[in-house]
């Protein structure tokens, strides 16, 4: 849409959606044509230092533009609702970016003019500054080695495609609500409004058919520009369908600050200007408004002092789906019609069947031709201009699939919406936190992806041991780029750690509030790991802190929290606690030599902590009730493997003495009687297990002790029923002695106990116990004596294979 502004001056003003094929070429193309003097766009004036970056060859979309506050808390306390960071997202296919990229590409001023991010991100009731009404507050663009102080934590994205409108109260009751409903429904979604005028009940669909995959033709901003002026030409000032007001006067300092930034460049002398912003926001921009007004409109906003940069975005977070309020159904189906325009339902099959393809499912070229005739046949049906997505992913399932709904998700997921990460060059503003990370990432040849992808590092290598020092420091900041398989990262092996790699746009937040803690991953993570350990609230906190300082290699910190673990566990006498502190202490240890890390001092807090609890289980057993004594099962499990993986005897020893002791205890709880019955047996020193079991289970016992003695005992796993047919004939027998409604109570503690063994247990058990009463046939194989002197040799070849032959 077209307004003479002066005598010679001549603005363009094209209204947009923000994420689309159709508008992006659209704009482009008007743009080409009308050949402006300076370009506007709605966005983050702040950003007009950093747009250059833009054109750097390092610079590949998808990218946003982030605003924080320095200084600022990364989380906004409750109730809170001023924001703490904000993105402005672009892609290859959004109309904004190609303006961008014109006006760098013509050498001419490209500037941004949405109201500036110091107000958007002030606190509501903070004051304003003084100095020329409505100017941008001043804001701190970090150059590559700036701190920029204390972090701030990310905001939801918001978009302004259509109005960002919060969720408000709902309209009045009667005529006067239902009135309101409407003007609220058009100024929350004005693209669905015209969607429904024109019949379609899809505002995507219609928009598609009549923007997005129209090649050629005239220019649709006149066409959209209009209809945007009659929804708000009915509109009133104030008062819209029950709206917050705070939302309404968001959205008129909005719309008077791009006015005013219209005006300035006017001024500056530019003949022509062109100006890309929402389609919502076109009538406003090209409504005479004295600037008088404009100017008290904008009068006293709060301000924040503010930082910008670029930053890596994902596919997946322009999706609607993410949350994103200008977010689009299909980005990767929007990014194929832009840089495919032609052919693009062929290109599109052609490209789902080479992902079914890596999937091993057979899709031949037959399949593809057959898809690309039925998506054109479905659209031709509906009278659309193109076979749109919803008839491609049709053909898709039909011809492709076959019908099957998983291939059409994976298509869905790698392509509909995909992962695509985009990138920023070097030269970009970054905290010196971000910098050193980056530096590290190459060296350690760490690659970023939006997509999920294992890595299994080998401890022996030092290139796969730094990498693991990286990614556990970057948890204690929290930023959980890998996930370490099972919660620790290792497997069974003591060399080698499992992780889940995914790197999300919002650690770059993240990284910027890390910063508070240090400039580099190795300070911040030491002094975060100091500040947790000052701060652990519980005996198990610390012994966590102290365990991920080892994994992490922080001999900076380490003493630190050592000294703060041996102070607490010196005054800290519940044994509950205690056992809670030990496995993790025991972990570190074990994997701590392995690292090379000095676990000297932690070795004197374990084994202080052993001889404790060892003195202080006995009491704490004593009259338990069923939920007490199954977290004291728990916290013996614990500890019991904590001692295992130790593998000092000693300690070993005193811990299986102090269980035989308290066995035999009167008021000890079913279920943990049970257990240390099962333990001490596998250990070779319960000989008397049956004898044990058969009083445990007898007719003078409860049926509900008898049962929670049943499964403390066989928690440990079920082959102790399959290889020893006597306890097997113990526990059949008393089930099967229950009365009726005794087998009712104790039937859920039976459930759960069998329930947690593999099928192939279940099953085993239940072929053993079927043949318990029949008669005994010929001798088996494995019931035949067997001859000492031909098996030694198989026997020294399996002890030498495992390790175990003594010399």
């Known amino acids: 849409m077209t307004a003479d502004r002066g005598a010679k001056a001549r603005v363009e003003v094209y209204g947009i959606r923000h994420h689309g094929p159709g508008s992006a070429r659209a704009v482009r193309r008007a743009l080409e044509e009308f050949r402006p003097g300076a370009v506007l766009i709605e966005g983050p004036p702040e950003a007009d230092a950093i747009v250059r970056l833009a054109g750097e060859p390092g610079m590949v979309p998808p990218v ?22 904000a993105f402005w997202p672009f892609a290859e296919f959004s109309p904004e970016w190609q303006a961008i990229r014109y006006a760098l590409d013509a050498g001419v001023p490209v500037r941004f003019c949405d109201l500036p991010a110091a107000h958007q991100l002030a606190d509501p009731d903070g004051p304003g500054e003084p100095g020329e009404p409505g100017e941008p507050g001043d804001t701190a663009v970090p150059e590559p080695e700036q701190q920029p102080g204390e972090p701030a934590g990310a905001a939801a994205p918001g978009g302004p495609d259509v109005p960002d409108v919060p969720d408000g109260p709902d309209g009045a009751d009667g005529a006067d609500g239902a009135e309101g409903a409407g003007e609220r429904e058009i100024r929350m979604d004005p693209l669905g409004w015209l969607a429904k005028a024109a019949g379609y009940d899809d505002a995507e669909r219609w928009w598609d058919d009549v923007v997005e995959h129209r090649h050629g033709g005239p220019s649709p901003f006149p066409a959209i520009a209009e209809a945007m002026a009659e929804l708000r030409e009915g509109l009133p000032a104030e008062g819209a369908g029950g709206l917050p007001d705070a939302y309404l006067e968001r959205e008129e300092q909005r719309e008077a600050y791009m006015r005013r930034t219209l005006r300035r460049t006017l001024k500056e002398g530019h003949e022509s200007v062109a100006v890309v912003c929402g389609a919502w926001h076109v009538p406003a ?130 392509m509909v919406v995909g992962e695509r990460l985009g990138a920023v060059p070097e030269s970009t503003p970054m905290v010196p936190l971000a910098r050193d990370l980056e530096a590290q990432t190459k060296r350690l040849r760490l690659t970023r992806s939006p997509l999920d992808r294992e890595q299994v590092l080998d401890l022996r290598r030092p290139v796969d041991l730094d990498r693991s020092r990286l990614l556990h420091r970057l948890r204690l900041l929290d930023v959980d780029w890998g996930v370490p398989e099972d919660g620790g990262g290792r497997s069974k092996g003591t060399f080698r750690e499992t992780w889940t790699l995914m790197w999300r746009p919002e650690f770059e937040v993240e990284l910027i509030e890390a910063s508070a803690w240090g400039t580099t991953v190795l300070g911040a993570a030491t002094a975060r790991a100091e500040a947790m350990a000052g701060h652990a609230a519980a005996l198990a906190d610390l012994t966590a802190v102290a365990e991920r300082c080892l994994l992490a290699d922080l001999g900076g910190a380490l003493p630190a929290v050592m000294r703060a673990l041996a102070d607490r566990a010196a005054v ?25 890390t000095a676990t000297g001092p932690l070795r004197t807090v374990v084994d202080g902590l052993v001889v404790r609890i060892c003195v202080g289980l006995p009491p704490a057993v004593t009259a338990l009730d069923d939920d007490a004594a199954r977290e004291t099962l728990a916290r013996i499990d614990a500890v019991h493997g904590a001692l295992a993986l ?35 047996l596998d250990a070779g020193l319960l000989p008397d297990a049956a004898g044990r079991m058969a009083r445990s289970v007898s007719a003078g016992a409860a049926p509900e002790r008898a049962a929670a003695w049943v499964e403390g005992f066989l928690s440990g796993g079920g082959l102790i029923l399959v290889h020893d047919e006597e306890l097997l004939r113990l526990v059949d027998g008393w089930i099967a002695g229950l009365p009726g409604d005794s087998f009712t109570d104790v039937l859920p503690l039976l459930r759960r106990t069998f329930g947690g063994y593999a099928a192939a247990e279940r099953r085993t058990i239940g072929e053993r116990v079927r043949h318990l009463d029949a008669p005994r046939g010929p001798a088996r194989p494995g019931d035949l004596d ?22």
Not at 572 to 596: E, F, I, T
Not at 658 to 663: C, E, G, K, M, S
Request: aromatic content about 4%; some cysteine; overall charge positive.
């Open 786 to 807: 067997h001859d000492p002197e031909r098996a030694a040799a198989a026997t020294a070849t399996a002890l030498d294979i495992l390790g175990w032959r003594v010399p």
């Open 646 to 680: 130790l593998g000092d005897d000693e300690h070993l020893g005193r811990w299986r003495r102090t269980l035989a002791a308290v066995i035999d205890r009167r008021d000890l709880h079913g279920l943990l009687e049970g257990r240390l019955a099962r333990l001490l």
């Open 572 to 596: 800290d006498s519940d044994v509950a606690h205690l056992m809670a502190a030990l496995p993790a202490l025991v972990r570190a240890l074990r994997y701590g030599d392995v690292r090379g």
């Open 64 to 85: 946003a533009l982030l605003a924080y506050a320095p200084g600022r808390p990364a989380t906004a306390p409750a109730g809170a609702t001023d924001r703490q960071a």
């Open 285 to 414: 921009l090209l409504r005479e408004v004295p600037a008088a007004r404009d100017d008290r409109t904008l009068r006293g906003l709060p301000k924040a002092k503010v930082a910008m940069t670029w930053v890596p975005w994902t596919h997946g977070r322009l999706a609607g789906r993410s949350g994103y309020g200008a977010g689009v159904r299909s980005p990767g189906w929007y990014h194929h019609l832009f840089t495919a325009p032609d052919r693009p339902v062929e290109r599109w099959l052609t490209d789902a069947a080479r992902v079914l393809r890596e999937e091993d499912l057979h899709v031949s070229s037959a399949h593809v031709i057959e898809g690309v005739r039925l998506a054109e046949a479905l659209a031709a049906l509906r009278g659309r201009p193109l076979a749109g997505l919803d008839e491609i992913t049709e053909a898709t399932r039909a011809v492709l699939c076959e019908g099957n709904e998983l291939p059409v998700e994976l298509i869905q997921r790698r």
